[in-house]
């Protein structure tokens, strides 16, 4: 919908006499696509709030028919906010913590671009050059740069030790060496890989893909950090203060959790978190408990 689209919604309430500012909007979360409309209608100075769509969906239960339209739905969400209006809490979002939000849950999904990468070029290496793999850490600089150039057993074995030993040596900052050119010839030597060129094509692609990654979220880290340097720097210090609590994880929890001035009381926080302990009992029986894991997941991985 653009802009055309939501002034003619406004016109519906304005044809009835309804004052804007005295309307209350809710609408589900859903992913990306009620972020414009939230935005929209908070600013025409609508009191707008974006419900949990579980919320929604164990309300319509209490009706014996299981019709589905979006017309249905629609009432549906009225009829709950018509009914539990006032138990409705809005949580205060600014842009900045906007902002902080966002770039956390970026650098998580690079982390786990990452991860996933790591995973594919330790696979494609087992078929190409199984016995690397007991040399050292495949994913120090160093490993990384030379087997994008030597990806395979095959190519180590057909190149001189010199020429191995050149290609350790480049500019790696930061990277302590654990094995010798010598060790890569003996790991070439005993392999019995798969001669395959377009695994080897592959596999150089992925450390490709790999060192962007990294060097992407290495920047992404930096711009969070430093965000959250200038917008909650208190914060970040208190979480700071406890041992082993670093600004790669302060900031991401920041980032979820918000104001604290939004949770009237410890327990909203930990049911916020899906931390909060699910029990199952009747009568006399009392089943084993679990976490509920019904709260934000980003902010359970940043915990």
Same mark, same amino acid.
């Given at each position: 919908m653009n802009f055309h689209g939501y002034s003619e919604f406004l016109k519906a309430p304005s044809s009835q006499g309804e004052r804007l500012d005295q309307m209350i909007v809710a609408m589900e979360s859903t992913g990306c696509y009620h972020i414009n409309l939230f935005s929209f209608l908070s600013s025409q100075g609508i009191r707008t709030v974006v419900v949990n769509p579980l919320l929604i969906s164990n309300f319509a239960k209490l009706s014996l028919r299981k019709t589905k339209t979006d017309k249905k739905d629609a009432v549906t969400i009225a009829r709950f906010l018509l009914d539990r209006h006032e138990e409705i809490s809005q949580f205060? #979002?600014?842009q900045d913590h906007q902002d902080l939000r966002d !770039?956390?849950?970026e650098r998580e999904s690079l982390c786990h671009l990452i991860s996933a990468t790591k995973v594919e070029i330790k696979r494609a290496l087992r078929t190409t050059f199984p016995k690397l793999e007991s040399v050292g850490n495949l994913y120090t600089g160093v490993m990384l740069r030379f087997v994008q150039q030597y990806p395979s057993a095959r190519l180590v074995r057909g190149v001189k030790r010199k020429a191995i030993a050149k290609a350790l040596r480049g500019p790696h900052v930061g990277d302590k060496l654990t094995f010798t050119a010598e060790d890569i010839v003996n790991a070439a030597q005993s392999s019995v890989a798969m001669v395959s060129p377009a695994k080897e094509i592959i $596999?150089?692609?992925k450390i490709a893909t790999l060192l962007h990654l990294q060097e992407r979220l290495e920047?992404? %880290? =930096? !711009? !969070? %950090?430093d965000l959250c340097k200038a917008t909650r720097v208190e914060?970040? =210090? #208190?979480l700071q203060s406890i041992k082993g609590i670093g600004p790669n994880t302060a900031a991401p929890f920041l980032g979820e959790v918000g104001? $604290?001035?939004n949770f009237t009381s410890s327990k909203k926080r #930990?049911?916020?978190a899906g931390l909060d302990p699910s029990i199952h009992q009747s009568g006399k029986f009392t089943g084993a408990s679990k976490l509920s894991k019904r709260g934000n997941r980003h902010l359970r991985r940043a915990i």
């Open positions: 205060s #979002i600014s !770039l956390s849950r $596999v150089q692609g920047e992404l %880290t =930096k !711009l !969070l %950090t914060d970040l =210090k #208190i104001e $604290v001035k #930990i049911a916020f």
